[in-house]
């Protein structure tokens, strides 16, 4: 990605959400929290945002309406809720297990949780990889341990940093995972688990089958959107982690259909 587009996506998040953090784009883009800050000293300086300590919060400026969002910037919304889901689940987790994780920003927070743990890692999220083997990527005591061991699928790369298509169902066809943690682009209160992506729903369902078990994780926003293609019915995992804003009715409505687990934390 060239500088310009991705001070671009910086500036789009900024709007959308009033404030990005540095690292959270540094893991979203794939490049370092260096040069993030330098795209940061780029938009202060066209008047675009105002850097604070960790990030930079919206100052001004134009973008134009309509732009889809993408990983980086979903990354920056609600990432309370997402941290309370990601610690609930990586309490699931025990040393010695292969762990699938699939794409997405609430899942990125379970790997970050997962980072020097004795576990191994499948995942098909170029981001989720990257956060477990740089490096130069801290974790939240700054420990720069890696996990045991971490594949990563390839495949094609979607809008939301997934690798998804022949390559990554093939690689997932001949792996088995004790436990899978999967994400959702909505969750319909009848049908289930949905993407609005084709070939993403194909490869979450490769996921959940190389898994003896599975678990979503989606925060309150999911309820009721409803994306294009059906990966998982109720059914098809084995529990679902939500934050503590999901509405009442929600809950009751989840809870009768799924094992449900509310996270402490995040929005009340």
Known sequence: MLAAERRRVILEAAVA?????????????????MTIRRDLDRLEEAGELTKVHGGAVRSGGSIGRGVEPRSA??????????????????????????????????????????????????????SIFH?????????????PTVAAAVQLTGGQ???S??????????????????????????IDPVAGFTS???????????LITSARSTVLLADHTKFGEIGAHLFARFADVDGLIMDSGTPRAAREGLAAVIPLTLAPGGAA
């Open 73 to 126: 910037l979903k990354a920056v919304r609600d990432t309370a809720e997402k941290r309370a889901i990601a610690a609930a689940a990586v309490d699931l987790v025990g040393d010695g297990m292969t762990v699938a994780v699939g794409a997405g920003t609430t899942t990125l927070e379970l790997a970050r949780l997962l980072r020097g743990r004795a576990v191994s890692v499948v995942t098909n999220s170029i």
């Open 17 to 33: 959400t009033g404030a990005v953090r540095v690292m959270d784009l540094a893991v979203e883009l794939g490049v370092s929290e």
């Open 161 to 186: 940093d997934a690798l998804v298509g022949p390559v990554a169902n093939a690689m997932l066809e001949r792996v088995r995972c004790d436990l899978a943690f999967l994400g959702c682009h909505g």
């Open 131 to 143: 956060a477990l083997t740089d490096p130069d990527h801290d974790d939240a005591d700054g420990d």
């Open 196 to 206: 609005p992506n084709i070939g993403e729903a194909e490869t979450n369902r490769r």
């Open 157 to 159: 790369r979607t809008p």
